[in-house]
Protein backbone atom coordinates (compact mmCIF):
# COMPACT_ATOMS: atom_id res chain seq x y z
CA UNK A 1 0.00 0.00 0.00
CA UNK A 2 1.52 3.59 -1.37
CA UNK A 3 0.53 7.05 -0.42
CA UNK A 4 0.98 8.77 -3.45
CA UNK A 5 0.75 12.54 -3.11
CA UNK A 6 0.63 14.10 -6.49
CA UNK A 7 -2.32 15.64 -6.39
CA UNK A 8 -1.60 18.47 -3.97
CA UNK A 9 -5.77 19.03 -3.13
CA UNK A 10 -6.38 15.40 -2.56
CA UNK A 11 -4.98 12.45 -0.92
CA UNK A 12 -5.69 8.82 -1.49
CA UNK A 13 -3.79 5.51 -1.30
CA UNK A 14 -3.06 2.97 -4.04
CA UNK A 15 -3.90 -0.62 -3.73
CA UNK A 16 -3.05 -3.27 -5.46
CA UNK A 17 -7.01 -4.87 -5.64
CA UNK A 18 -9.28 -3.16 -7.71
CA UNK A 19 -12.04 -3.30 -6.12
CA UNK A 20 -10.97 -1.57 -2.97
CA UNK A 21 -9.61 0.60 -4.64
CA UNK A 22 -12.80 1.61 -6.62
CA UNK A 23 -14.29 1.44 -3.30
CA UNK A 24 -11.97 4.02 -1.80
CA UNK A 25 -11.85 5.90 -4.34
CA UNK A 26 -15.38 6.37 -4.35
CA UNK A 27 -16.25 6.99 -0.68
CA UNK A 28 -16.63 2.83 -0.24
CA UNK A 29 -19.78 2.81 -1.92
CA UNK A 30 -20.25 4.31 -5.22
CA UNK A 31 -23.18 6.49 -6.18
CA UNK A 32 -24.77 4.87 -8.71
CA UNK A 33 -28.58 6.54 -7.90
CA UNK A 34 -31.68 5.31 -10.10
CA UNK A 35 -33.52 8.50 -10.79
CA UNK A 36 -36.32 6.78 -12.09
CA UNK A 37 -37.16 4.49 -9.04
CA UNK A 38 -36.22 7.82 -6.98
CA UNK A 39 -39.68 9.41 -8.78
CA UNK A 40 -41.27 6.03 -9.05
CA UNK A 41 -41.39 5.75 -4.97
CA UNK A 42 -41.92 9.28 -4.64
CA UNK A 43 -44.81 9.29 -6.71
CA UNK A 44 -46.14 6.36 -5.48
CA UNK A 45 -45.99 7.32 -1.67
CA UNK A 46 -47.08 10.84 -3.11
CA UNK A 47 -50.44 9.07 -4.34
CA UNK A 48 -50.92 6.75 -0.85
CA UNK A 49 -50.61 9.85 0.83
CA UNK A 50 -53.20 11.29 -0.66
CA UNK A 51 -55.82 8.48 -0.93
CA UNK A 52 -55.49 7.87 2.75
CA UNK A 53 -55.86 11.66 3.45
CA UNK A 54 -58.85 11.54 0.98
CA UNK A 55 -60.28 8.72 3.15
CA UNK A 56 -59.68 10.59 6.64
CA UNK A 57 -61.80 13.75 4.72
CA UNK A 58 -64.33 11.49 4.03
CA UNK A 59 -65.11 9.93 7.04
CA UNK A 60 -64.79 13.46 9.09
CA UNK A 61 -67.39 14.53 6.66
CA UNK A 62 -69.65 11.50 7.47
CA UNK A 63 -68.96 11.68 11.26
CA UNK A 64 -69.64 15.26 11.26
CA UNK A 65 -73.09 14.79 8.91
CA UNK A 66 -74.10 11.78 11.34
CA UNK A 67 -73.40 14.17 14.55
CA UNK A 68 -75.64 16.64 12.73
CA UNK A 69 -78.12 14.75 12.07
CA UNK A 70 -78.36 13.14 15.58
CA UNK A 71 -78.62 16.56 16.40
CA UNK A 72 -81.57 18.02 14.39
CA UNK A 73 -83.60 15.30 15.12
CA UNK A 74 -83.13 15.55 19.10
CA UNK A 75 -84.26 19.08 18.79
CA UNK A 76 -87.08 19.05 16.20
CA UNK A 77 -88.52 15.58 17.73
CA UNK A 78 -88.44 16.00 21.26
CA UNK A 79 -91.66 13.77 21.46
CA UNK A 80 -90.36 11.25 19.65
CA UNK A 81 -87.64 11.01 21.92
CA UNK A 82 -90.11 10.82 25.17
CA UNK A 83 -92.05 8.10 23.21
CA UNK A 84 -88.50 6.10 22.40
CA UNK A 85 -87.95 6.43 26.26
CA UNK A 86 -90.93 5.39 27.61
CA UNK A 87 -90.84 2.47 25.38
CA UNK A 88 -87.40 1.39 26.42
CA UNK A 89 -88.52 1.56 30.05
CA UNK A 90 -91.68 -0.18 29.47
CA UNK A 91 -89.76 -3.34 28.17
CA UNK A 92 -86.71 -3.05 30.55
CA UNK A 93 -88.58 -2.55 33.81
CA UNK A 94 -90.29 -4.45 36.16
CA UNK A 95 -94.16 -2.28 37.27
CA UNK A 96 -97.50 -3.27 38.68
CA UNK A 97 -100.06 -2.64 35.86
CA UNK A 98 -103.38 -4.02 38.09
CA UNK A 99 -102.75 -5.85 41.09
CA UNK A 100 -106.04 -6.73 41.48
CA UNK A 101 -106.35 -8.13 37.85
CA UNK A 102 -103.12 -9.92 38.60
CA UNK A 103 -100.95 -7.58 35.60
CA UNK A 104 -97.49 -7.00 35.65
CA UNK A 105 -95.22 -5.98 33.65
CA UNK A 106 -91.95 -7.88 33.26
CA UNK A 107 -88.75 -7.28 31.39
CA UNK A 108 -88.77 -9.20 27.88
CA UNK A 109 -85.78 -10.80 28.36
CA UNK A 110 -87.37 -12.58 31.67
CA UNK A 111 -90.46 -12.59 29.71
CA UNK A 112 -88.39 -14.65 27.41
CA UNK A 113 -86.87 -17.11 29.61
CA UNK A 114 -89.99 -17.63 31.75
CA UNK A 115 -91.51 -19.21 28.34
CA UNK A 116 -88.65 -21.12 27.42
CA UNK A 117 -88.42 -22.77 30.58
CA UNK A 118 -92.24 -23.41 30.32
CA UNK A 119 -91.92 -24.76 27.29
CA UNK A 120 -89.22 -27.06 27.79
CA UNK A 121 -91.19 -28.18 31.22
CA UNK A 122 -94.24 -29.02 29.19
Known amino acids: MQIDKNN ?4 YFELSDPDAQTSINDGVMADELSMSRIVLWTVA ?6 ILIAIAFNL ?12 AINTEYPVLNEHREQSARHLTTLEVVD ?3 GIFRIPV ?14
Open 60 to 71: YKFWKFDTQFQQ
Open 99 to 101: EEA
Open 109 to 122: DSAKTILINQRNNN
Open 8 to 11: SDKE
Open 45 to 50: TSIVVV
